[in-house]
């Protein structure tokens, strides 16, 4: 039986969600805001579970294809893995989106339309970074950067060394307030790669407790097994868990957006010494830039986020006249030290 919510996201889209009781549970895991029996919305999504079955794998067809629906009078999109159909998404308007899933407690069905209508209708003025956020108690900390730049690594830190406020790790939408700068959280699973899982006290559960991480793995679990197995946590491979399980795992606090003190960029530097360099406003623009993300969302495109070219974006100058900027370069996590990362949060 299908129950309804509304969230209020970030007080700005009142977003119903319509979905199986146990599912709906699952993607509240991934909503700061609570939910609540009014009908006002400003988008819709219903999530109707057809059938639960298991995904067959059978290696003579794509991991990850999509096709063509057009059993409604809306065209839809199939989503398979293999050969097995996990979903279809049909999008009935701008702002109403109806799925049906065919394995159990599809989360990431709701997250991947409420990621298109955020990005794609409800955004005007923001700016899509790729980009993990975390606050302390002078203000919020972004770190932007690209695949493999580290930016989950650091945020970890903070948060795991110094209890730092989550808000989001990844992605972050960037806009000006009369607060300032101010960076927001979209709601979706957490996703970690190995390689800072293996280097963490706290997330280290979720190597043999990832079937309880929360969220659909975008990876086989006989996959997973063999990396765990192996130790081969070099890989571009990780554990997607829920927003909150991700928080409680670490033992820190959540929130949906934070007031923007300082942007941190972070460099690997194999065999350089530590250290934190301030950077002017031309350099913290031109940074920025190159991470920021389109905010568009093609459902049937299976393109991957290092493949994804930066748009072209203009920042304003008052984005950024009352944040400070530094790069911080370093080899590995044993450089990021309790003291390292207090002088960064100040």
Request: charged share 30%.
């Amino acid at each position: 039986m299908n129950i309804q919510r509304m969230y209020d996201y970030l007080g700005e889209r009142k977003v119903i969600i319509r979905a199986p009781e146990g599912l709906l549970l699952k993607i509240e895991r991934n909503i700061e805001e609570p939910g609540n029996p009014s009908t006002d919305f400003d988008c819709f999504f219903e999530i109707e579970v057809v059938e639960e079955g298991s995904i067959i794998k059978d290696k003579s067809f794509p991991y990850r294809s999509v096709r063509k629906n057009n059993s409604l009078s809306t065209p839809g999109i199939d989503f398979l893995r293999y050969n097995t159909l996990v979903r279809t998404i049909w999008q009935k308007s701008c702002s109403e989106f109806f799925v049906r899933s065919y394995i159990q407690n599809d989360e990431d069905a709701f997250c991947k339309c409420f990621e298109k209508y955020l990005l794609e209708e409800a955004s005007e003025g923001k700016i899509l970074f790729h980009a993990s956020t975390v606050e302390s108690k002078n203000g919020g900390l972004t770190i932007p950067g690209r695949c493999w730049s580290g930016k989950t690594t650091l945020a970890v830190s903070f948060l795991e060394k110094l209890d730092l406020t989550f808000i989001n790790d990844g992605d972050t939408l960037l806009d000006f307030t009369e607060k300032g700068l101010r960076g927001s959280y979209i709601p979706k699973p957490i996703y970690t790669r190995f390689s800072t899982i293996a280097n963490s006290q706290k997330l280290l559960s979720l190597l043999n407790e990832y079937h309880n991480s929360e969220a659909t793995q975008q990876f086989d679990e006989d996959a997973l097994q063999k990396i765990i197995l192996a130790r081969k946590f070099d890989l571009d491979v990780g554990i997607s868990s829920s927003r909150k399980k991700f928080c409680d795992l670490l033992k820190v606090n959540s929130k949906p957006k934070t007031n923007i003190k300082k942007i941190i960029f972070p460099e690997y530097t194999p065999n350089g010494p530590v250290s934190v360099t301030p950077i002017g406003r031309a350099e913290t623009v031109k940074r920025l830039k190159l991470n920021a993300f389109p905010k568009r969302v093609d459902l049937h495109s299976l393109e991957q986020q290092q493949d994804i070219v930066p748009p072209e974006i203009h920042i304003p100058d008052l984005w950024i006249d009352e944040v400070k900027s530094v790069v911080v370069s370093y080899s590995g996590i044993k450089d990021l030290t309790r003291g390292l990362l207090e002088d960064l949060a100040k």
